[in-house]
């Protein structure tokens, strides 16, 4: 299959443009690994792309296309691309299914973070730790873009992921609003000490700007440290809320 037809034109807008992936409701998984925690996942393959001599994945009862010499390279989002590329359709959810959910016990907010390495590491740590859920406010990096779905090492396939919520939805629904900061505010709290084991959203804010001190919250949480760095990385500091959210809900 060459470069110019339809079906390879289609996989690079799909790799590109996040308004072609939200119109189509699909999205681009790069590399056997991944593919292969999609299905496991239950993620529904539409089609593969194969570069010349590489294997499709099994298990995917999907199309697949065999590429022509060179196309991959000029398809793929990575200087050395993975030889099998999918096509695979986003899970259909609405903030109304969380809402509905007697199960949610905590989820994560993330509030316009716009780095795609940060959010699929906070989708790791929040689906490792046992999240019900990750809701994406407006204006925050795409879930489903090339970089965050690898970054996520599958934790996307395994967590639901809801998109343009807002945080006072989440507070409508009944979950205890958290914010993380790395300067004491006003009804703030050292993680360890608050009380995170009733129904909770961690909420965490951009990378340079932090949440808006005007976000209504129940509380802020502070993470204590004793070098001279002003703050975490967003992604750390959700690595470390997440398992104290897990440690408490275990008790």
């Known amino acids: 299959m060459a470069f110019t037809s339809n079906r390879v034109q289609r996989l690079r807008r799909l790799c590109n443009d996040k308004a072609e992936r939200a119109q189509e409701n699909a999205f681009v998984i790069e590399g056997a690994t991944l593919i292969?925690?999609?299905i496991r996942?239950?993620?529904?393959?539409?089609?593969?792309?194969?570069?010349?001599?590489?294997?499709?994945?099994?298990?995917?009862?999907?199309?697949?296309?065999?590429?022509?010499d060179g196309v991959m390279e000029r398809i793929a989002s990575t200087a050395s691309p993975q030889p099998v590329?999918?096509?695979?359709?986003?899970?259909?959810?609405?903030?109304?299914?969380?809402?509905?959910?007697?199960?949610?016990?905590w989820?994560?907010?993330?509030?316009?973070?716009?780095d795609p390495g940060n959010l699929g590491t906070i989708l790791r740590s929040a689906e490792a730790a046992g999240a019900t859920a990750i809701a994406l406010t407006s204006g925050t990096v795409d879930a489903f873009s090339p970089k965050v779905v690898r970054a996520s090492a599958?934790?996307?396939?395994?967590?639901?992921?809801?998109?343009?919520?807002?945080?006072?939805?989440?507070?409508?629904?009944g979950f205890a609003l958290w914010g993380s900061s790395s300067h004491e505010m006003q009804?703030?709290?050292?993680?360890?000490?608050?009380?995170?084991?009733?129904?909770?959203?961690?909420?965490?804010?951009?990378?340079a700007h932090g949440l808006s001190t005007n976000t209504k919250l129940d509380g802020w949480l502070t993470i204590p440290h004793a070098g001279r760095g002003e703050s975490l990385n967003v992604a750390m500091a959700a690595t470390l809320l997440c398992f104290e959210v897990k440690r408490q809900h275990d008790i």
């Open 187 to 207: 009804n703030s709290s050292v993680f360890t000490a608050a009380d995170l084991s009733g129904k909770v959203a961690i909420v965490l804010g951009n990378e």
């Open 85 to 105: 590329i999918a096509i695979a359709l986003k899970p259909k959810l609405h903030i109304t299914d969380l809402a509905l959910a007697t199960n949610a016990q």
């Open 154 to 173: 599958g934790a996307l396939f395994n967590i639901p992921v809801y998109e343009g919520v807002t945080v006072e939805e989440i507070g409508e629904m």
């Open 41 to 68: 996942a239950g993620i529904a393959i539409e089609s593969q792309f194969v570069a010349p001599g590489a294997s499709p994945c099994s298990g995917a009862g999907s199309a697949v296309n065999d590429l022509a």
């Open 36 to 38: 292969d925690e999609a």
């Open 107 to 114: 989820i994560v907010v993330v509030d316009k973070i716009s």
